[in-house]
């Protein structure tokens, strides 16, 4: 999960059968109708169908109730297809107006079902960008960023983004064509403690937290972890988290009065005083 919230996804490399991909290939080639928006699971994909037999692999399973938890809704799904050689990429974006949600967050399943080479123009995303909040194409002007990846991967990797990656399908320069299949979702609970947190206090996870990217300069880097401290506290219901003193200072309004202090001996203005005090009144006349 400190990978997630620092990287802005999670990456499964091969876990989906060959056979199943297989199966994929047919299965994207020949479409995919679209679904009400906000179908739950069991509507939007009967039982053994193939997108309910590739959400019912175990890390799928597991990775899925870890990010958005049970019972979650299908937002909605697409099947991305980047022909050969077509000439042109899509520009860098995030899938989402600015959202000014909390920290409640929707995930992107991205399902591969063959080999993904360069060539093939891989999906392209910028790790640590989904706290960086966007309005979809206003990224689309940079061409490339320090630290961007590219997706290569094998037959039936699955990829989970945090709705607010910055990312974009890649060119394809090869001479196959390449399919990706997208579905996202909405949580329908509190996405507090979901995951196996045996190890939550371990010194590992404060260490993906404070992980920086190339792309950062200093004080964009100080914003991001800020942004993951609080994102942290949400996830873990630990309001009192804290990343090198980030939210703590940023949030800190004392309400407490100051202790009373004896009242002074009570003096005659002097016309020094008397002055100043006539400068401010005039300066705010
Ligand atoms: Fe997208």
Not at 30 to 54: H, M
Not at 82 to 102: C, F, M, T, Y
Request: contains cysteine; hydrophobic residues 35%.
């Amino acid at each position: 999960m400190a990978h997630f919230v620092a990287h802005g996804s999670l990456r499964l490399d091969g876990i989906v059968p060959p056979e199943m991909n297989e199966e994929a290939l047919s299965f994207l080639a020949a479409g995919v109708p679209g679904i009400p928006f906000g179908t739950p699971v069991p509507d939007a994909y009967p039982e053994g169908s193939l997108p309910r037999r590739l959400l019912g692999i175990p890390q799928v399973e597991g990775a899925l109730r870890s990010l958005v938890g049970p019972d979650p809704l299908v937002d909605h799904h697409a099947v991305h297809i980047r022909e050969p050689k077509e000439g042109s990429a899509q520009p860098l974006h995030a899938d989402a107006i600015i959202d000014v949600r909390g920290r409640a967050f929707d995930v992107q399943l991205m399902y591969y079902p063959q080999d993904v080479t360069l060539e093939m123009g891989g999906t392209l995303s910028v790790p640590g960008s989904h706290l960086r909040r966007v309005n979809e194409t206003d990224t689309g002007r940079y061409q490339n960023l320090l630290g961007q990846s590219r997706l290569v991967c094998p037959a039936g990797t699955v990829v989970f983004l945090h709705h607010g990656l910055w990312h974009g399908g890649r060119r394809n320069d090869s001479d196959t064509v390449r399919y990706m299949f997208k579905i996202r979702f909405n949580p329908t609970v509190r996405q507090q403690l979901l995951w196996d947190t045996s190890d939550l206090h371990s010194p590992e996870v404060h260490e993906e937290l404070t992980r920086t990217f190339p792309w950062y300069e200093q004080a964009t880097g100080r914003l991001e972890i800020y942004n993951r401290a609080l994102m942290w506290r949400f996830l873990t219901g630990d309001a009192r988290f804290d990343l090198d003193h980030w939210v703590t200072r940023v949030t800190n309004e004392p309400t407490t009065a100051a202790p009373s202090t004896p009242t002074p001996t009570s003096t005659p203005s002097s016309p020094s005083t008397a002055n100043a005090t006539t400068e401010f009144e005039r300066g705010n006349a």
